[in-house]
């Protein structure tokens, strides 16, 4: 019985994408985007009712697919019952009104979908505060044009976030609301750059988990933490940074990051928007780029996370890729190389052999220093022994000199007593 009440209240969606000679191949749509959206769609706790695919030269100005085509996903939207369109393109706000006033019932873009998606999964202060500004950018361009996606109440698919009185003010009201925000996410920024400090002092590496959405990204969190982040089969589940401590090994501990899950054809503007929380890539010492395996687009979807990860990472970080669900698939599917490992974090794994590829990743920097420690520390030079290369140690009048070649997390805690670089 409940399980019919559920289906009777979700919102019903024709999706549509249109196909065009003239568009690049992030503005297109295909069968496998409007898989993905679809997936998206379950996600926003929609359902699909049906999907129609249009190939034309070039976009009509008006209606976006052409008058015919518009009347066609009426007559669909009407034998199904449906309560709203979906676009796997980016739309104006002029082809949204045009589009409402054939079809008759609200229309969204995809844009408008992952929106939605954020609105209903952020959790924390700055996550709702990311995805307010995302809304406001998103609609500010576009509220001339909103037509019965403003008007409508109740709270559907499209309606989350920002309420129709606030949309209705002025434009001068919403960019003086950007500006607050974006003043307030500066400080969310500012208080995590002194925690980020504050790590870097401990020499606490950061290990940031990336990867497209869905890949597994908090299950394996989760095995190699016991974090407890909810790790449903939906896309976007994780869209506020969790950071857990790992013990790597016993010489070494990380700060291990979860992030938003990336997806293709994401908005430059949602983008910016969640640099807030991206921009933990730009201070980790290594990414774990976890790849679905099973994955049937699996190189169309690394290489979508490999182009952001070049945009928000910085130069030269390494990527550890790891193949998830690899149980599902032959190992000749898989490649091979020291930055690969094959996993499934489900089962547990490949757990021994991803955590020694992280210690051996992160150990490739390397600082030939002379230390002078004091006589107070020196049951520091057997440890040195064991967990550095020593080249040689002199008992002096001023304390322990030792020639030594340290990795980063060593060279950190022992900063202070460095003599000099050689």
């Known amino acids: 019985m409940e399980e019919n009440f559920e289906k009777h209240v979700q919102e019903r969606a024709v999706l549509v994408g249109l196909n065009a000679d003239c568009f690049t191949k ?13 997936a998206l769609l379950e ?26 085509k518009a009347q066609e996903v009426k007559m669909l939207v009407e034998f199904t019952q449906s309560t709203m369109v979906v676009f ?20 969204l873009d995809r844009s408008a979908l992952i929106l939605d998606i954020f609105a209903q ?10 995805v307010e500004l995302a809304q406001y950018k998103y609609l500010l361009p576009r509220l001339a044009g909103m037509g019965l996606s403003l008007s409508r109440q109740g709270g559907g698919i499209g309606t989350r ?12 009201h919403i960019r003086e609301r950007i500006n607050r925000l974006e003043t307030e996410l500066e400080q969310v920024r500012k208080v995590r750059a002194v925690q980020r400090e504050r790590r870097m002092k401990n020499s606490v590496p950061v290990v940031a988990i990336v990867g497209y959405t869905n890949a597994g990204k908090s299950t394996l969190l989760n095995q190699l933490t016991g974090a407890g982040i909810p790790a ?55 990414l774990l780029h976890v790849i679905d395996a099973s994955d049937p687009n699996r190189e169309e979807h690394i290489e979508v996370v490999d182009k952001l990860i070049d945009k928000l990472a910085k130069p030269g970080t390494p990527v550890l890729k790891c193949y998830n669900k690899a149980d599902l698939v032959s190992r000749v599917d898989l490649p091979t190389g020291d930055d690969v490992v094959a996993i499934s974090a489900k089962q547990g ?55 030594t070649i340290l990795d980063d997390i060593l060279y950190g805690r022992l900063r202070d007593y460095v003599k000099k670089e050689l």
Request: charged share 25%.
């Open 121 to 130: 999964r952020a959790k924390t202060k700055e996550g709702r505060l990311q």
């Open 43 to 68: 996600t926003a706790g929609g359902f699909c009712t049906g999907k129609i695919l249009q190939n034309r030269h070039t976009p009509d100005s008006h209606s976006f697919i052409g008058e015919g």
């Open 232 to 286: 449903n089969n939906r896309l976007f589940d994780t869209l506020d940074t969790t950071s857990r401590v790992l013990t790597v090994s016993d010489n070494l501990d990380v700060i291990l990051s979860d992030t938003v899950g990336f997806i293709a054809k994401l908005p430059h503007h949602l983008v910016n928007a969640f640099h807030a929380t991206l921009e933990e890539l730009e201070y980790a010492d290594l």
């Open 349 to 403: 794994r490949g757990m021994e052999n991803l955590l020694q590829s992280i210690e051996r990743m992160l150990g490739h920097a390397r600082h030939h220093v002379l230390l002078l420690l004091p006589y107070s520390m020196g049951g520091m030079v057997d440890s040195l022994h064991k967990n550095a290369k020593v080249n040689n140690v002199e008992y002096t009048g001023d304390g322990i000199e030792i020639d």
């Open 161 to 172: 976030g920002p309420g129709e009185t606030k949309l209705e003010s002025d434009r001068r």
């Open 88 to 107: 796997d393109n980016e739309l104006s706000p002029g082809n949204i009104r045009a589009l409402e006033e054939i079809i008759g019932v609200t229309v």
């Open 26 to 38: 992030e503005q297109t749509a295909t069968d496998e985007t409007l898989e993905e959206l679809e």
